[in-house]
């Protein structure tokens, strides 16, 4: 799991290649955190070794120690968008340089769409809620410590001693556990690989049954919609629980969840809801805080991408492993958002056409085959 991040402004283009000595630009943007930027434009790939933290679905979350000022950068942590950044590693191990350049505009694009999402969210978030972030791409030194982090899929052989990269350049934040709270449901799917017999049957139903409240008509929750809810996000138990207790904390769950249904209807992107601290709420003093840690996936998913999927499951068509990606997500962001309202008791509603006519069962088994 990539610990909690509070990221800091994006400024998009490519690096010069490093060379010694070198001095922080006069002029800085007004936009850009001084004291961030200047981390990032000291990375200096001859001297400092990326030591890695963590490991996301999509980012490697490392730190850099100066050898001459340990405690320079300690509250500054890196993160590399591996999902891109790999295919810059496989396209070099293959001596393709026109591939790599290729790749290295194409996370540029990716650099700047990036940035419109997240001035996109601060209008329905709020600003303090939606990570700041500063990003570039740079010259990283292939380091084994790197190469070790991203198996299986990359290995050292054939590799330059350095390659352009996306980094992402933020602020270590400590959230306190005990007032920090996940908003997060893993993909309900995935768990059936861990039931037999009885208790799969069981889950299956809950599954179905689950699903068509979700995906159907807005509707007054009954006692026995909100079990089945919880059955098919057991995560969300322990912030249900705490909204019923806290006045305070309620009123932050419910602005939140109404910005979210209102931003996916509004937008069309599909928020990744998926992973752990992804979104919090945290308390701060007497207030409680939403924190949008890391909700915006590395893929551009959005609800509309769901449709020609529905029209494959209506048809009796196969879904391929892109359908797949679209689908899972994009299911759990609809499931997760209406299951939260509903039992909060929110009139707010994520719809999409046609979804409610395919069978729950439908989903359940085309999807669940690619998560076992």
Known sequence: MEQALRKEEVKTGIANPIKKPRELPAEIPSSINPTLYKALWEILPEEHGATPLA??????V????????????KNVVYKINFIDSLDVVDAARRGNLKEVDRIVRDMQQAMAKRESKLNEMRKYFGFSAVPVQYAAIKQLPVTPQIIEALKPRTQTGGLPKELPVWITVQRKVDLP????HSINGYYPEANFKYKKGVHLAQAEEEYDAAHRTLT????????????????MFPEL??????????PAFRSKLEEFVHALIRYSQETGISLDLAGHENIVITKKGEAWQLKMMDALSARDIRLSQLLPVIEKMRTDKAIDRVDFIYAVNILNTIRLANALAGMLGMPDRISLPGLIEIPAEKWRLALGSYLR
């Open 55 to 60: 490991k996301g679905g999509e980012h490697l």
């Open 62 to 73: 490392f730190e850099f120690v100066d050898p001459e000022d340990k405690s320079k950068h």
């Open 177 to 180: 556990p005990e007032d920090t």
């Open 216 to 231: 159907g008509p807005a509707q007054k929750f009954s006692g026995a919609d909100r079990m089945l809810c919880l059955a």
């Open 237 to 246: 138990k322990e912030v249900l629980v705490l909204a019923e207790a806290n």
